[in-house]
């Protein structure tokens, strides 16, 4: 008698992606040319003058060339304040880079604007590097899958041989009595073989599907990857959410600080504090967390450290690069990190690199 001891059962588990944003944003041209051991490289120039593979292009928005914008009055024009605090929501800024966005902030009236490395820089650093080792984990959970898919393709073709020997083993009996009884038991082990072949191909239906959405996820988290390496231009949208374009000017090659530049442009700004800030200091920290734009928090220093200003202010991502003043609304800071246990949501504390690290890095542009 023909007895089945298994039974498929397979639990499909849906593999999503570390949340990445992909902007619209708005880039230049990026080339790509093999370097001499036959790796693709990605460039936003071409290499010693030569014409290469434009892979992608991206055209700009915002001013038009040659015409002055000017931000500060109308921005002023929109945002009446009433102390300087709210004044230095005006010159605070959303910059946008390939693979996300952080903020910015004015410093000077023509339009340079200082913000984090990583914001411009975003395929570089721990929040890239734990997106791509969630990309490999991922990774290995299909490959675990496929394998446990073939695994019940094995076992459904040796439950298929097993029905076949028994149709052949009921047409020996001659007994009609247990000839019918034999029916019934092959109608059993016939529709639950059914069941585990619909939801096998059903399962791997799903596991096609998914694979396949992970795999263009992946490609273009590559490709944006490589963009982010070289890009130059960047969206920046201001408080009443104009949007323009900024060019990257220089990063500082030890401290997480960038500075841009919008061109032709009259911008509101924030003056560097002149004088130290001392632990317990109210102060406010300024930027876009989580998608919001001009969101503003208030809390104190609660310590100076060598890491830099630390502050209790609430700072959430999306805050990096964005400002921390004092009660006049001058820039103590550079709001850079978070320091919490477990998520960044979590509370925690803020770190912010002091204006001297700006001076020291940008100071002949921002004379």
Known sequence: ???????????????????????????????????????????????????????????????????????KTLLNNKYPSSNPVQQATMAVVTVKSKLGSGSGFFVTADCYLITNKHVVRPAKGKQWDATQAKIKQNALVFKRNRMQISNQRERLAVNKQKLDDFWAYMGGISSEKQKQLAQREYALYERQYEQDRQQLDEAERRLYEDEKKFNQQQSNFNFSSAVSNVAQSFEIVLKDNTKTRANLIKVAPEDDLALLKVNACRAPHLKFATKGVSQGA??????????????????????????????????????????????????????????????????????????????????????
């Open 1 to 71: 008698m023909l007895i089945f001891k298994r039974r498929i059962f397979f639990i499909f588990t849906l593999i999503a992606v570390y949340s990445i944003s992909f902007s619209n944003i708005c880039l230049a041209d990026i080339f790509k040319y093999k370097d001499k051991d036959g790796r693709w490289q990605f460039s936003d120039s071409p290499l010693n003058g030569k014409a290469l593979n434009s892979v992608r292009s991206y055209k700009s928005s915002g001013v038009s060339a040659g015409k002055l914008s000017d931000f």
């Open 282 to 367: 109210i102060v406010h920290a300024i930027g876009s967390p989580l998608g919001l734009r001009d969101q503003l928090t208030e809390g104190t220093v609660t310590q100076l450290s060598a890491q830099g200003i630390v502050t209790d202010a609430q700072i959430l991502p999306g805050n990096s690069g964005g400002p921390l003043i004092t009660d006049d609304g001058h820039v103590i800071a550079v709001n850079t990190i978070k320091v919490a246990k477990g998520s960044a949501l979590n509370t925690g504390f803020g770190v912010s690199i002091p204006v001297a690290k700006v001076q020291q890095n940008f100071g002949q542009y921002l004379k």
